[in-house]
């Protein structure tokens, strides 16, 4: 029986972007700093191997598509950026397989560094809705 290889992780750290995400008027109204953390689970024994830009995960494509999103969309819900950013991320290569993404936004609550959510989704929940 052919067991399937284990995914390695590609991923971006600490993506800080400037953006409107909350419910409340000042929210709403100013934008504030948003921490992202992806993480992508892909094959990454090709690249390995050839050392060829073209077979790897392009994180930089990625994290263009998070900033722009980030820097636009203006949702009211963490949870709603959260899915989007995930969405955006597979959209971004094929050959991404799952998704961990967690959503910050720093210094929303008192005496707390961050609040914020974390999600872990696979492409084939995501993608083949």
Not at 34 to 52: E, H, K, M, Q
Not at 74 to 88: G, M, S, T, W
Request: proline content about 5%.
């Amino acid at each position: 029986m052919n067991q399937p290889k284990p995914l390695d992780r590609i991923f971006i750290k600490d993506l800080l972007v400037r953006g409107i995400v909350g419910i409340k008027p000042e929210e709403r109204a100013n934008r504030q700093d948003i921490l992202v953390n992806a993480t992508f689970w892909a094959d990454t024994r090709g690249p390995g191997a050839s050392d060829a830009i073209e077979d790897t995960i392009n994180y930089r494509t990625a994290a263009k598509a998070m900033i722009a999103h980030i820097e636009s969309a203006a949702p009211q819900l963490v949870e709603k950026l959260a899915a989007d950013l995930v969405h955006l991320c597979f959209e971004s290569d094929p050959r991404i397989e799952a998704v961990e993404l967690s959503v910050e936004k720093p210094g929303a609550v008192r005496f707390s560094r961050s609040v914020g959510l974390a999600i872990h989704r696979t492409r084939a929940e995501v993608m083949h809705k």
